[in-house]
């Protein structure tokens, strides 16, 4: 472990132990890995070390060299992996929600630059039926938690799922892509028209769906939108 990620890991647990007290949940959260710089500067998947002589708001992954995201800048606070695989899932499907003010926390770290600008959080809204199959919507949790630390105000219902999409679960980066195609759109355009957006999701794993999120938000004239997420997933990374 580099020196920078050493220093990030020891930001990550003072961050932690200023929302929650000391509690078995602090062996939990030490073995995490948590995200910042250096990482592309789009979608911020991270980078092993900095590259001497660039500037990391320069970086960019090779991936989005080669297609450039809809979003501004996408940034997680954890890697999803096997250290946060049983934390995040026991709260976007077993209601888990005692961990909400440590994650807001940790979002707000990974994504103080966009939010310090942002005039709106959206969430990612989930299908009606879906909503009423799990009885509430993670993103929704976690965006209204982040508004109330960051103070920016969250708007849960200009964001609408048109229509009811599969689970992306096992699908291919471009068949997530196909999946929500079309899947979002904006109830009242004139409440984001000019205005800069921060869209809150729970897990990153090809982008697809902040993608289609981003793409309708700035058809319907929003200026700038950038994405928070609690975690993400780390895999390599396609040629350009």
Not at 3 to 28: C, H, K, N
Not at 31 to 36: K, P, Q, S
Not at 72 to 81: E, K
Not at 120 to 131: K, N
Request: charged share 20%; hydrophobic share 45%.
């Amino acid at each position: 472990m580099g020196v920078w990620q050493s220093q990030l890991r020891e930001m990550g647990r003072w961050a932690i132990d200023t929302v929650l007290p000391p509690t078995d949940d602090t062996a939990l959260f030490a073995e995490l890995t948590f995200l910042d710089d250096p990482c592309c500067a789009s979608c911020g998947y991270p980078f092993d070390h900095q590259i001497m002589g660039i500037s990391a708001f320069d970086l960019a992954c090779a991936a989005c060299l080669a297609r450039r995201p809809a979003y501004a800048t996408a940034r997680s606070a954890l890697q999803y992996d096997v250290a946060s695989r049983s934390m995040v899932l026991a709260f976007k499907h077993g209601g888990h929600t005692d961990r909400l003010q440590a994650f807001a926390a940790q979002m707000h770290r990974a994504g103080r630059v966009a939010l310090s600008h942002a005039d709106v959080i959206v969430p990612v809204p989930l299908h009606r039926f879906r909503l009423m199959q799990r009885r509430f919507n993670q993103s929704a949790l976690l965006a209204r938690a982040l508004s109330q630390r960051c103070e920016v105000p969250m708007e849960a219902h200009i964001l609408l799922r048109a229509r009811r999409t599969p689970s992306q679960g096992g699908l291919s980066a471009a068949g997530r892509r196909r999946n929500v195609q079309g899947a979002f759109t904006v109830a009242d355009p004139q409440k984001i028209k000019g205005r800069r957006l921060v869209l809150v999701d729970d897990v990153m794993t090809t982008g697809a769906t902040l993608e289609s999120c981003a793409r309708t938000l700035k058809r319907a004239g929003a200026a700038r939108v950038d994405a928070v997420c609690l975690a993400r997933v780390v895999k390599p990374l396609p040629a350009p």
